[in-house]
C-alpha cells in the first residue's frame, strides 16, 4: 500500500511550548510504521513544506497541467496513495487550519473510495479529542472515510522526546500497540479498497460532479 502521513503543524514558534509538537508525533507514527508496516510505500507531506499565494486557489482551479508544479506533484501523490493518516493538533477545539488548508486544495475524487485514519495530539489532557470528532466530518466529505479506531495523544511532550522517540519512562510497545490498532485498521480497509477499485472503477458509477456541488442534490 501507498500510504500518505499528513503533518498538519507548521506553528514554529513560542509560546506555547513546545513548538511543532507534531512533529514528534509524525515521526513517532513513522518509526511505528517503519519498524511494524515496512512492506508499505510510506511518505510523510508536511504542510511546513508548502507555501500558498495569499488568495486561495485549488488545484483543480488551475487548466490541467497548468497548477504549480509543487501542488501538481502533492496531486499526483494523493490520487496516487491508497490511504491517509491525518496528524493533526487541535486549536481551539478545532483540526489544524493547516492542515484543513492544504487538505483544501484538491477535489475530493483525489481522495476518495479510500480509507484515512485520524491522529490528534496535544500539550493539555485531553489529546485533541474533539479536533478528532470533527475531523471525521471532514475527512468523509473528501471521500477518505476515517477508520473507527483513532489515536489521540494527551501530554504528547511527556510522551516523546524532540527526535520523535520515546521518552525513557514510556513503554514504546504499549504505545506501538495502541497506534497499531488504528493502523491495521487503515492497512485492511486500504487493501480491500484497492481489490474493489481493480474490479469496478468507482468514479465511473458514481459520477464526480463538475462544476457545483448542487449537482448532488436531490431532484
Ligand atoms: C492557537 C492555539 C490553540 C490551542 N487550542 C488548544 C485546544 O483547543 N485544546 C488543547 O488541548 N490544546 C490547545 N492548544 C495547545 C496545543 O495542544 C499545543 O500548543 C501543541 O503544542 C500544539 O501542537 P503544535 O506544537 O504541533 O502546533 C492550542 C495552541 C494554540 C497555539
Known amino acids: 500500500m501507498k500510504l500518505l502521513v499528513f503533518l498538519g503543524s507548521v506553528r514554529d514558534s513560542t509560546p506555547p511550548k513546545p513548538a511543532r509538537l507534531g512533529a514528534r508525533v509524525a515521526d513517532a507514527i513513522l518509526s511505528c510504521l517503519n519498524s511494524r508496516y515496512n512492506d508499505h510505500d510510506i511518505e510523510l507531506i508536511d504542510a511546513l513544506d508548502y507555501s500558498f499565494d495569499t488568495v486561495f486557489k485549488p488545484h483543480f482551479a488551475y487548466p490541467p497541467s497548468q497548477a504549480p508544479s509543487q501542488l501538481d506533484s502533492l496531486a499526483k501523490k494523493i490520487k496516487q496513495a491508497n490511504g491517509y493518516i491525518m496528524v493533526s493538533p487541535e486549536y ?51 471521500g477518505c472515510l476515517p477508520v473507527s479506531s483513532m489515536i489521540h495523544i494527551p501530554k504528547a511532550q511527556d510522551v516523546f522526546t524532540e527526535d520523535g522517540a520515546m521518552q525513557p519512562e514510556q513503554d514504546q510497545t504499549s504505545w506501538f500497540g495502541y497506534f497499531s490498532r488504528t493502523l491495521n485498521q487503515l492497512i485492511w480497509w486500504a487493501e480491500a479498497a484497492k481489490e474493489q477499485r481493480a474490479q469496478v472503477d468507482p468514479h465511473s458509477l458514481i459520477k464526480d460532479f463538475k462544476s457545483a456541488p448542487s449537482e448532488r442534490n436531490a431532484p
Open 92 to 142: 481551539n477545539h478545532s483540526m489544524s487550519p493547516a492542515l484543513a488548508h492544504l487538505l483544501n486544495h484538491f477535489g475530493s475524487s483525489l481522495y476518495s473510495y479510500k480509507p484515512s485514519a485520524i491522529v490528534t495530539y496535544s500539550a493539555g489532557q485531553w489529546g485533541g479529542m474533539r479536533a478528532a470528532v470533527a475531523m471525521r466530518t471532514f475527512l468523509s466529505e473528501l
